[in-house]
C-alpha cells in the first residue's frame, strides 16, 4: 500500500531539499566561477592601465579579471602571508625578489613589463618652477611646508625618490618635512588637494591628473633605472592566469601602457 505523508512531513521534506540545495547545490557553481576568474596584484602606479587592460581581455574572453592595487610592499607580503593572487606586478624588482627568494613565484615566468621617471608635482594653480639638478635649493622652495611622495621605507616610488634626493644632495635637508604616503597615488591625492605644494611621483601618475602639474624631472642616473617585474605567482591557475599574462605582453596591452605614458620593455 502506498504511504500518504501528512502535511507536516511535507513541509519538513521540502525544508530538508532547499537546505540541501543551498548548501550543496550553491557551492559548485561558485567554483565553477571561481576557475574562471584571474586576480591581479599590481602596483598602485599601474591602475588605470591595468583595469583598462583587463576590460579589454575580458571582452574578448570568457574570463573575469579581478585586480587589487596597492603599493608593491604591502601586496607582496599579502602574497607572503597567502592571499590568492595569480599575478604579481610590482613596482620595483626588490619587492619581486622578496618574493621569489621566499619561493612564491613562478621564477621562469618573470619578465621586466615596464620602465617610467621620477618627476615632482605641484598643484595645478602653482607657479612654482625648480630646475632639479645636484644642490638643487628644495628645502628653501619648501621653507616651513612639506613634500609628499611614498613611504621611502618601502613604497618603491619612494625608495626611488630618496635615492635620487640623495644622489642630488638634498635629502639630508628634506627627510624631515616628508609626509610618508602609503602608495604613490596617495601621495598624488595630497598634491591634488594642495595639502602639500608638492609630491613626487612616477610621471605615469602626474599624467592622469589634471589637478597637478609637473615642476620637475629627475635626471635617469639620479636612481637606478625604474623597472616594473611581472610574475605568475606560484599558487595561480596556470591555464586562465597564463592566458592573461601573455596578454600583458601583447601588442594591444603595450598601446594601453604607452598611452599612460609607460615605457614598455
Known amino acids: 500500500m502506498m504511504r500518504v505523508l501528512n502535511t507536516d512531513s511535507c513541509k519538513i521534506a521540502a525544508l530538508y531539499m532547499m537546505i540541501v540545495f543551498l548548501v550543496f547545490g550553491g557551492a559548485f557553481p561558485a567554483k565553477a566561477e571561481s576557475s574562471g576568474k584571474i586576480l591581479v596584484f599590481a602596483a598602485a602606479s599601474t591602475t588605470n592601465a591595468i583595469e583598462d587592460i583587463a576590460r579589454l581581455f575580458s571582452q574578448q574572453n570568457a574570463i573575469r579579471v579581478v585586480t587589487s592595487f596597492a603599493s608593491s610592499s604591502t601586496l607582496a607580503k599579502q602574497i607572503e602571508a597567502g592571499a590568492p593572487a595569480d599575478i604579481f606586478i610590482s613596482a620595483n624588482p626588490e619587492w619581486m625578489d622578496f ?89 598624488l591625492v595630497f598634491v591634488e588637494r594642495a595639502e602639500v605644494p608638492l609630491g613626487l611621483v612616477y610621471a605615469t601618475d602626474a599624467a592622469i591628473s589634471q589637478k597637478v602639474r609637473v615642476v620637475g624631472v629627475f635626471p635617469e642616473n639620479s636612481h637606478p633605472e625604474i623597472t616594473y617585474p611581472a610574475a605568475l605567482v606560484k599558487s595561480a591557475h596556470s591555464e586562465v592566469a597564463l592566458k592573461f599574462f601573455d596578454f600583458l605582453k601583447s601588442s594591444e596591452a603595450k598601446a594601453v601602457f604607452k598611452k599612460y605614458g609607460f615605457f614598455v620593455k
Not at 607657479?127 to 639638478?133: F, S
Open 99 to 187: 618574493l621569489e627568494d621566499k619561493g612564491l613565484i613562478k621564477t621562469h615566468t618573470r619578465h621586466d613589463l615596464l620602465g617610467n621617471r621620477v618627476v615632482l608635482i605641484a598643484p595645478a594653480a602653482s607657479e612654482v618652477k625648480i630646475d632639479i639638478h645636484p644642490g638643487f635649493k628644495l628645502a628653501q622652495i619648501l621653507g616651513k611646508e612639506k613634500i609628499a611622495m611614498g613611504d621611502p621605507d618601502h613604497v618603491p616610488a619612494g625608495i626611488y625618490g630618496r635615492q635620487a634626493l640623495k644622489f642630488l644632495g638634498v635629502w639630508e635637508d628634506i627627510q624631515s618635512g616628508i609626509v610618508r604616503a602609503k602608495d604613490v597615488r596617495t601621495a
